[in-house]
C-alpha cells in the first residue's frame, strides 16, 4: 500500500470545538463596541455576548434595545455567564462590579486601568481567596501584549528597566508641535477630533493616564505594589515652542516616557514625565498615537514593542487575548509579588529642564546643582530631589511650568559620598 494513501479520519483524534464562551458586557462604548465586533468577525473563535449592560436607556445604539439592560447587577446575578467583561468609563463602579464578580470567583476582563492602579492589591487578595480570575492586558498600551509578557515571560528574570510612551493622546500631541510647529491648543484639539484625545484631556496631558499603566506594570515587572500618589506624574499641559526647540538643538523629541529603573543599589524608583528623548533611543520613532515599551532585562537585553495603544479595535484586541487566555485557564502568576519585596525608593536627584518664571517655585525646589541657565527664554537645567519635585507637582501645574528630565538621575546627596551619576535612563 502507497504510504501516500489519505489517512483515514479517526473520530477519536477530531479537534474538539470548545463550548462556545458566553459572555456578560459591561460597557458598550468604544471598546465595548470593539470587542463585540471582533467576536463577530471571528465566530471560529467561538464567543457569544449574551448579554449587555450600559448606563444610559435614551442614547442611540448600534443594536436594537432588546440587546441591552440598564442594570449591570442582573450580569453579576446571572449564573449562565462564563466571563464578565467589564469596559466602563468609571473607576468606582468598575470596582464595584470587579470586585462583586471576583468575590463570586468569577472570570473577569477588564481595561479600566485606573481601577486596577488604585485597587491592585485588594484585586490580588480577591482571586486568591476566591478563586477568580482577573486579566486586564487591554489597561496597558491597548494592544501592546506588555502585562501577560512580563508576567509569564519576564517572571523570574531581573529587569533593568521598563519604559515607555503608554499615552497616545500626548504623544500625539507633541508629534504635531513637533513636526508641524504646531502650538499646544491647535495639536489638542486636534487629537480632540481625531478621537484620540478625552473632552476633558486632563487625565492624558497630566499623565495621570500613564501613571496608572506604570503603576500595573511595577507589580508584574518589579512585584512592587505602589499607590498612584507615590509616582511623580508631569504632563505636557504648558509646553510651549520653545522647550521643543531647546530639545531639537540636540535633535532630541519631548516624549511623556514613564519609566520603571531599577538602580544599582538594587531599589526601584518611578516616574512619569517629560523626558528629552535623543536619536538613539527606540523611543524616538514612536511617534503620533502610538504607544512603545523597551524592556532591559538582566539575561535578555533589550527588547521594544510598538504598537497603537487606544483605539476600539487595537483595545478589543487586547480583550480578545485576555478571553483566550482565560480560556485556557491562564491567570498572572504575579511571581515576583511572591518573591523577597523590592524597595522602593524616591530619595534621589533628577537633573531637569524647567521652564517658569516663578521665583518661589525655583526656590522650593531647591537645585542643588545648575547645569545651563538662560534668563531669556526663562528655562534652568539642572539637579533637584525627586522628593521636592513630588511635593509641588501641583504647584507646578499651577503655575504653569514646564518640566522635562534630561535623563541622568543620581542619588540624593546625604546618601552617597560620591554623588556619582547612577545611569543615564533616557531610553
Ligand atoms: N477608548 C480607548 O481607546 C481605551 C483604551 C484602553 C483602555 N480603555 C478603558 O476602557 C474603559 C472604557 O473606555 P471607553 O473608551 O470604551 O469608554 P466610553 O466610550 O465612554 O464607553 C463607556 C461605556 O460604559 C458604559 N457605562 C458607564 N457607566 C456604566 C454603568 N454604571 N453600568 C453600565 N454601563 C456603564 C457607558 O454606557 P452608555 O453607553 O449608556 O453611556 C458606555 O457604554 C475605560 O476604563 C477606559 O479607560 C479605553
Do not use: W
Not at 8 to 36: D, E, M, T
Not at 386 to 409: E, I, P, Y
Amino acid at each position: 500500500m502507497s504510504s501516500l494513501s489519505p489517512a483515514k479520519a479517526n473520530p477519536a483524534s477530531a479537534p474538539v470545538h470548545p463550548a462556545p464562551l458566553r459572555i456578560g458586557l459591561i460597557g458598550f462604548g468604544c471598546v465595548g463596541q470593539g470587542i463585540y465586533d471582533i467576536l463577530l468577525r471571528l465566530p471560529e473563535f467561538g464567543a457569544e455576548v449574551r448579554r449587555i449592560a450600559v448606563k444610559n436607556p435614551l442614547k442611540a445604539r448600534t443594536l436594537p434595545a432588546e440587546h441591552f439592560t440598564y442594570h449591570a447587577d442582573e450580569l453579576l446575578a446571572d449564573p449562565d455567564l462564563d466571563v464578565l467583561i467589564e469596559v466602563i468609563d468609571d473607576a468606582n463602579e468598575a470596582f464595584r462590579l470587579v470586585s462583586a464578580a471576583l468575590r463570586q470567583g468569577r472570570r473577569v476582563v477588564t481595561a479600566n486601568k485606573a481601577m486596577v492602579a488604585n485597587h491592585l492589591p485588594e484585586l490580588v487578595a480577591l482571586q486568591q481567596n476566591h478563586g477568580g480570575t482577573l486579566l486586564y492586558e487591554a489597561a496597558v498600551c491597548g494592544s501592546i501584549p506588555i502585562v501577560r509578557t512580563l508576567d509569564a515571560y519576564f517572571g523570574q528574570e531581573p529587569l533593568r528597566s521598563v519604559s515607555g510612551i503608554f499615552n497616545g493622546s500626548s504623544n500625539y500631541v507633541l508629534t504635531r508641535m513637533g513636526t508641524d510647529g504646531s502650538d499646544y491648543a491647535p495639536a489638542l484639539a486636534e487629537a480632540q477630533a481625531k478621537g484620540f484625545a478625552e473632552t476633558d484631556p486632563t487625565l492624558d496631558m497630566a499623565a495621570f493616564d500613564p501613571r496608572s499603566k506604570a503603576v500595573i506594570l511595577a507589580a508584574h515587572a518589579y512585584g512592587v505594589l505602589l499607590s498612584p500618589a507615590q509616582v511623580l506624574n508631569l504632563g505636557i499641559e504648558h509646553i510651549s515652542a520653545t522647550d521643543i526647540a531647546y530639545a531639537a538643538v540636540e535633535s532630541q523629541k519631548i516624549k511623556v516616557v514613564a519609566g520603571l529603573y531599577l538602580l544599582p543599589d538594587g531599589q526601584l524608583t518611578v516616574l512619569v514625565t517629560p523626558q528629552l528623548v535623543s536619536r538613539e533611543s527606540p523611543l524616538y520613532g514612536v511617534d503620533e498615537e502610538f504607544n512603545g515599551v523597551v524592556i532591559e532585562a538582566e539575561f535578555a537585553g533589550t527588547q521594544f514593542l510598538r504598537g497603537r495603544g487606544a483605539g476600539g479595535y487595537p483595545t478589543g484586541s487586547a480583550v480578545l487575548a485576555d478571553l483566550a487566555a482565560l480560556r485556557g485557564d491562564f491567570r498572572y502568576a504575579y511571581a515576583k509579588l511572591r518573591a523577597t519585596p523590592l524597595a522602593y525608593t524616591t530619595d534621589l536627584e533628577l537633573e531637569i529642564y524647567l521652564r517658569t518664571d516663578n521665583e518661589t517655585l525655583l526656590d522650593q525646589l531647591g537645585f542643588t546643582d545648575i547645569t545651563e541657565e538662560a534668563d531669556e527664554d526663562g528655562y534652568i537645567v539642572g539637579y533637584v530631589p525627586l522628593d521636592a519635585l513630588l511635593q509641588h507637582r501641583d504647584a507646578l501645574r499651577k503655575a504653569g511650568a514646564f518640566v522635562a528630565r534630561t535623563g541622568n538621575v543620581r542619588p540624593a546627596p546625604a546618601h552617597s559620598a560620591a554623588s556619582q551619576e547612577l545611569q543615564a535612563v533616557s531610553s
